[in-house]
């Protein structure tokens, strides 16, 4: 694998252009996806034309879906090869608009494109749809957004339902769970 990649960069505000840079090396705790998919959403085009960016170049993209080819060390519940899913971070090693990029195993799940696959209890139902799919890592790609939006919609405390979401089979108060999870 050449040690560069080709990458989508926001050289400067307004302007994105096909660039060039390094792939990152996985750390503990992260992965290293080559990006088969990712999704492009209103903020995704919307913050090139903003002051939200304050370091260029900035690779842009939050929706991940590929497949694995490093996990980062101490990482045990996925291995070369995995088909996934992730939401990136406001960091370039971990954004969607590149070929090859690091994702955080806690924001990362396992997803199946086709018979004999492993998946997730949490996206059972979902891989089933992806099965049936054509582009089974653009329907994945697909996730992370809307996942967050109803995660905050149920949620979250300043602009969600304030519900409390089960965790373990137990309850938590608001103001526990405005603190520790949202």
Known sequence: MSPQQKALVLSRQGNL?????SIPSSDAGQL???????ALNPFDYKITNTDYVSHYPAVLGMDIAGIVEEPGEGVHNFRKGDRVLAHGKFTND?????QYALTAVS???KVSCGKGLSTTSSVTSYS??????RSPFDSAATVPLALDTAIVGLYGYQ???????PLHGQSM????????LL
């Open 32 to 38: 290293l996806v080559k990006i088969r998919s990712a």
């Open 17 to 21: 252009e096909l660039s060039f840079r």
């Open 94 to 98: 971990l954004t969607a608009f590149q």
């Open 173 to 180: 108060s608001h103001e526990v769970t405005r603190h520790k």
């Open 159 to 165: 602009f969600g339902a304030r519900t409390t979401p």
């Open 107 to 109: 924001f990362t799940a």
């Open 128 to 133: 089933r749809f992806l099965q049936a799919t």
